[in-house]
């Protein structure tokens, strides 16, 4: 474990961790000889030589007093230790980070990450400050008097050196049995939350459909297993619990029954024996602690492997020397792509196409032909497993990352604002845009619109993530980023949600100023497949089906003709009710207000 | 790191609620404290057993009878406090399940009554984080905290009493540090204190980096400034490490000495000094000295656990106060008078809504829809249509005026008999992770197989569920992946089968993809055939054929009337109409079609 650790802080770390461990070690084996010089002042005094106990007393006064500096000293170092490891990670989580390819960062990992960079980050530190003294003393002291012992009596010494193994058994057997209770309890608890938030969020539909309360036999179903699961878990696991303090004070009862069978026998000095007694007892008490810290330590553990996981993700490699795109044309040349850990058949097989430099193409296809993928390759999320991709004549792998994202503007559908105005979001586009120039893009986008409706105008926050603007608007306010940009290929993935008819217009006023660039788009509105200069169609295995204009596609009669039959078909779709009886409301129009 | 200080910020709410929660299980909790008591008490024999043996052996000439007995209830000792032990967890862990499922079912059942319209994600959230965070933290504080307590307190205690009867001066000096070390805490606690708002400052800061930086990295790098935000965290890091540092380094000091001042070693000496002392003055016998080696260094041991027991007190205490934020919240009031609707005439009588009793969403609506008629409601964002749709299933309750199905104000419905009237179809798609088979026959459990693939066939979605592994069997979200738009047909499936009179559709085609769209319109068309529908669309193409368009603008009725008829009156919904169509042109019609040309001419409204 302390290995995983230093590689997760990092190899320029490990000096002071290296000198924080030597303090806790040095702490501890002189609070073991704090204790083992008991047995020199115990035996005059037993004996009733009261003024031959007091040098000794001196020699423990020296020693409880290093120990008590011991114990400062390394509590302090512990503490900037733990801070500054801490410090540590979220640099070396940040270095990381800026270097992993923009395909890892999916939803649910982002989540995962961010409690990792808090919560973990605070574990480990926790583990400097609070947790390595206690196990690492726990430990060291009782050896130290254990070894000292054998300068004493050697059979005493040599039956707790036994006991040891032992102790570490049933403490490994313990655990081992705590953890697994643990682990079926986590399970059963996850499963009835996890039915009781589907039944707070599914309320609605719930209620409609006559499940009020009780009535939701799922639910009802989980909160009963995991109630019998929890009992009968925390009945086998208590003993578990118990065993280890138990069987240290065993160990120590076992060790009062030996020194009564010594000592009747005539084989020891009593008073050695009584003194040697009182240090075994004593020692049993740090051990204990150790027994306790398991369960804490297991979830530092688990943190720090996560931790060791991410940092030893690969990074996208970068080119020894970046070359300069020429012009702004895309090319795909034979591309193959499969993601990672995904059995079967590969996302894209053997797709090429070009986009020419100043032209729109469409990308029509089923969902889950891999529109998405292509145009997250070229803006390298992820490495092709063959064939090429190309923007302005050079292999995205030789551009080198900044100058391609220099390239690129995406307007996708997930888009993510942060916690700060929409002109601070907007500028993220273009950090060095002047005032003026993110109005004029917001006005573009048709974000300016939306501020006027805002409580706070331009200085409203949006909310982490976003939250307080709809789909449509966070939309807007992605595009506006693009055209403060000024990148000379965009990629965009048009919203399949329908918007409402405001949205739908900013959007494409906001598209037709970009028209000028090199664009590829995912087109869902018919109006969009209809402009471009180029379809390309992908089909559901992930290969090109056809390429060509609107009219030469119609006319092949493919692919594309049944889907543009499809959509045209939904685009005159009409709601209408059962009109048998008489209309309502066949009168005159009737304004009100 | 914080320790204590952090907790106390959470402490202000009282202890009420737990109280309130704990009340029903004090006798079993005093029982499991009594067993623990027991425990604690019988893990000091084998201490005193050793002082036992060495007054037998020291004096010369020992009894061996005796010598096994003392040896006998050391190791009986060991036993009964295993036993004990076990009891008192046994005990707690029972309570805390009891404890556990009470509040489960308390919960479920509050969020049953309370209005629709409180489960926004928000709420959701805070009931997530009631179940899990919450619970576990009543969890440790009831099955652990409370043992942990008793048995720290009972243990130096009942070793206090019984050194005492040894020798009561020497024990009263064993105690002579306490005073030194509760100096020092207190002047740690004062530090604390004083600086618990920054402490909480600079946690919060470097949190909220943490997750701005994570989540928003991606993002950052498609714009090339992943070094700019990178510099930025790492700063965030920096002042954290620095003001963190400089403001915990004089407590942690204090910390360090107070816990040093009561370390085993440094009681170890004082008792060895105080005993040589004594026995040298002839006041005890030297073997007198052993007990108070042997347990008067334990007599400090419970001043560590203390501090760690208030803090898990104190996040019992806040959690037990969020659990009953959530199960306070309001239920809907139960209806005084409960009538049945007679017909399924649907009728907003001069409605006024607010959701914060300041802003008026809905002013004066009054609208009538007739049975067996479509009436669509559209109008700008932020004009109140949706509101107004939410009102009919009683997602909330209106603040003016009344909503009537039958004659009959929806508040005086009883909720099951409601729900057999009213249906809807929203866009957020709700499949429960359960059978396909029960998804689409909640409303009707009785339902067979065949009445259920009738449906789905009706909602074009049959094909589709029969040839998942297996078939209707399969399990959302297990061995069922359905998209957006098949999810969307499921839950069509199952309005038709519940078959309610009324319907209310809140833009139901939004997130469907594009493929399936056609499919979801044919099983939408199949599902209004016949009844009284509402619906909000933003594609107005799809309600030209309504009987009766209602059009909101600020929370008002501003035009009424079939497409025809709003369109030659060249009103609001007019301009509507011309934006839409330049947005969206029909989608046969090519020659227009062309938005996307540089410099588009951009005066759409």
């Known amino acids: ?593 | 790191m914080a320790g204590p200080s952090e907790q106390a910020a959470t402490a202000g709410g009282g202890m009420g609620p737990l109280a309130a929660i704990l009340a029903p299980e004090r006798p079993r909790l005093l029982l499991a404290v009594a067993l623990r008591v027991v425990a604690s008490v019988a893990s000091l024999v084998p201490f005193v057993a050793i002082y036992e043996l060495a007054r037998e052996l020291v004096g010369g000439a020992p009894d061996n009878s005796r010598v096994w007995t003392v040896a006998g209830v050391a190791v009986g000792a060991v036993l009964v406090r295993f036993l004990f032990q076990d009891l008192a967890a046994n005990v707690t862990h029972a309570v805390d399940m009891d404890i556990q499922l009470r509040l489960r079912r308390r919960m479920t059942e509050h969020l049953g009554a309370v209005p629709l319209g409180w489960f926004t994600d928000n709420n959701s959230g805070q009931v997530k984080k009631a179940l899990q965070d919450d619970v576990e933290a009543l969890h440790y504080a009831v099955a652990h905290a409370v043992l942990d307590l008793a048995g720290a307190i009972a243990a130096p205690i009942a070793a206090l009493v019984y050194l005492v009867t040894v020798d009561w001066r020497l024990a009263l000096l064993t105690l002579i540090t306490l005073p030194v070390y509760a100096m020092f805490h207190r002047a740690k606690e004062r530090t604390a204190g004083e600086h618990m708002g920054e402490l909480g400052g600079a946690m919060g800061r470097i949190n909220s980096a943490v997750v701005e930086f994570v989540q928003g990295i991606a993002v950052v790098k498609t714009f090339g400034q992943a070094r700019r935000a990178h510099d930025t965290f790492a700063q965030a890091a920096d002042d954290y490490m620095n003001t963190f540092g400089r403001v915990v380094r004089p407590i942690l000091r204090l910390e360090a000495v107070s816990s040093a001042i009561v370390a085993p070693a440094v009681m170890l000496l004082v008792v060895a000094v105080e005993g040589a002392v004594f026995a040298g003055l002839g006041w005890v016998q030297p073997v007198d000295v052993l007990p108070f080696l042997l347990l008067g260094l334990g007599l400090t041991a419970p001043l560590g656990h203390l501090a760690y027991f208030v803090q898990n007190f104190m996040s019992a205490v806040a959690a037990a106060k969020s659990i009953h934020e959530v199960l306070d919240t309001p239920p809907l009031a139960a209806p005084e008078k409960p009538g049945l609707p007679d017909g399924h005439r649907v009728e907003f009588v001069d409605v006024a809504f607010s959701y914060d009793g300041e802003n008026q969403v809905l002013d004066g609506v009054t609208a009538t829809l007739e049975p067996g008629t479509v009436t669509a409601v559209v109008g700008p964002s932020g004009s109140g249509k949706s509101t107004l749709a939410k009102l009919l299933p009683r997602f909330y309750d209106v603040t003016g005026g009344s909503v009537r199905i039958g004659g009959v104000d929806v508040r005086e419905v009883p909720a099951d008999q409601l729900y057999r009237q009213v249906g809807f179809v929203l866009q957020d798609v709700q499949l429960l992770r359960a059978s396909l088979l029960d998804n689409i026959r909640l409303g009707r459990p009785g339902a067979t197989l065949d009445e259920v693939r009738a449906v789905a066939r009706a909602a074009q979605i049959d094909a589709r569920l029969t040839a998942l592994p297996r078939g209707y069997d399969s399990v959302v979200g297990e061995d069922a992946h359905l998209s957006g738009g098949e999810a969307q047909r499921v839950s069509i499936a199952r309005a038709l089968l519940a078959d309610t009179p009324v319907l209310v559709l809140d833009e139901a085609t939004a997130y469907a993809d594009p493929e399936s769209e056609a499919a979801i319109q044919d099983a939408l068309s199949e599902l209004v055939a016949g009844r009284t529908v509402l619906v909000i669309a933003h594609r107005l193409s799809t309600i030209v054929d309504a009987d009766q368009i209602v059009v909101l603008d600020g929370g008002r009725v501003v035009e009424r009337g079939r497409h025809e008829e709003l369109i030659a009156a060249e009103g609001r919904y007019h301009q509507m109409w011309r934006a839409y169509q330049s947005a969206v042109p029909g989608g046969t019609d090519e020659t227009s079609a062309r938005v996307l040309v540089p410099h588009g001419h951009g005066e759409v409204q």
């Open chain 1, 1 to 593: 474990m302390i290995r995983q650790l230093l590689r997760v802080v990092g190899d320029d770390y490990r000096a002071p961790i290296h000198r924080f461990l030597t303090s806790v070690v040095c702490y501890a084996v002189l609070q073991g000889v704090t204790f083992v010089l008991l047995v020199p002042v115990l035996r005059p005094l037993l004996r009733g030589d009261v003024a031959g106990a007091w040098p000794w007393l001196g020699a423990l006064a020296v020693a409880t007093a290093a120990t008590v500096v011991a114990y400062y000293v390394q509590s302090l170092q512990g503490f900037r230790v733990g801070l500054e490891a801490a410090n540590q990670l979220y640099h070396r989580i940040g270095d990381h980070l800026a270097t992993l390819p923009l395909g890892w960062f999916s939803g649910g990992r982002v989540g995962r990450m961010a409690k990792l960079a808090s919560s973990g980050v605070r574990e480990i530190t926790g583990l400097f400050a609070h947790q390595l003294q206690p196990l690492l003393s726990g430990i060291v002291t009782p050896l130290t008097v254990v070894l000292a012992m054998f300068l004493f009596d050697w059979r005493l010494a040599t039956a707790m050196l036994v006991a040891a193994p032992v102790l570490y058994l049933v403490h490994r057997w313990s655990v081992g049995m705590v953890a697994r209770a643990d682990q079926a309890m986590d399970e059963a608890v996850a499963e009835a939350n996890d039915r009781i938030v589907e039944f707070a969020r599914f309320q609605p539909t719930l209620r409609a459909f006559g499940r009020v309360g009780a009535d939701h036999a799922a639910l009802e179903e989980a909160m009963r297993t995991q109630d019998r699961v929890a009992r009968r878990y925390a009945r086998r696991m208590a003993p578990g619990k118990a065993v280890f303090t138990v069987a240290v004070q065993l160990a120590v009862a076992v060790a009062v029954v030996f020194g009564a069978d010594l000592a009747l026998g005539g084989a020891v000095d009593v008073a050695e024996l009584i003194a040697l007694l009182v240090l075994v007892v004593r020692f049993a008490e740090p051990i204990v602690e150790v027994g306790e810290l398991g369960s804490v330590l297991r979830s530092t553990r688990a943190s720090l492997e996560r931790m060791d996981e991410v940092l030893s993700t690969p990074p996208l490699p970068e080119p020894a020397q970046p070359l300069q795109p020429k012009g702004s044309d895309i090319e795909l040349a034979d591309v193959r792509f499969s993601y990672e850990g995904a059995a079967g058949r590969p996302v894209l097989d053997g797709v090429s196409f070009r986009v020419p430099a100043g032209t729109m193409t469409a990308l029509v296809g089923p969902s889950g032909s891999g529109k998405t993928t292509v145009t997250r390759l070229i803006a390298r999320f992820w490495d092709v497993d063959s064939g090429s991709v190309r923007v302005g004549g050079v292999d995205v792998r030789e551009l080198g990352s900044e100058s391609l994202v220099a390239q690129l503007a995406m307007v996708f559908q997930d888009v993510y604002l942060f916690d700060a105005t929409i002109a601070e979001n907007i500028r993220v586009g273009r950090p060095a845009a002047t005032d003026d120039e993110v109005r004029e893009a917001a006005r573009l986008a048709g974000v300016d619109e939306i501020v006027h409706r805002l409580p706070q105008g331009w200085d409203t926050r949006v909310g982490e993530g976003g939250a307080a603007l709809s789909g449509g608007e966070r939309q807007r306010v992605s595009l506006a980023r693009a055209i403060l940009k000024d990148a000379p290929i965009v990629l965009l993935d048009e919203a399949t949600a329908a918007l409402d008819p405001q949205n739908e217009a900013a959007v494409q006023q906001a598209l037709g100023r970009m028209a000028d660039r090199t664009m590829l788009v995912i087109a869902h509105r018919l109006q969009t497949v209809v402009a471009a200069d180029q379809i390309v169609v992908l089909d559901s295995r992930g290969r090109v089906a056809e390429v060509g204009t609107h009219d030469e596609l119609l006319a092949r009669d493919g692919q594309y003709a049944a889907f543009w039959r499809e959509r045209s078909r939904a685009g005159t779709w009409r709601l209408r009710g059962d009109r048998s009886p008489s209309p309502v409301g066949g009168g005159s129009v009737t304004p009100v207000a």
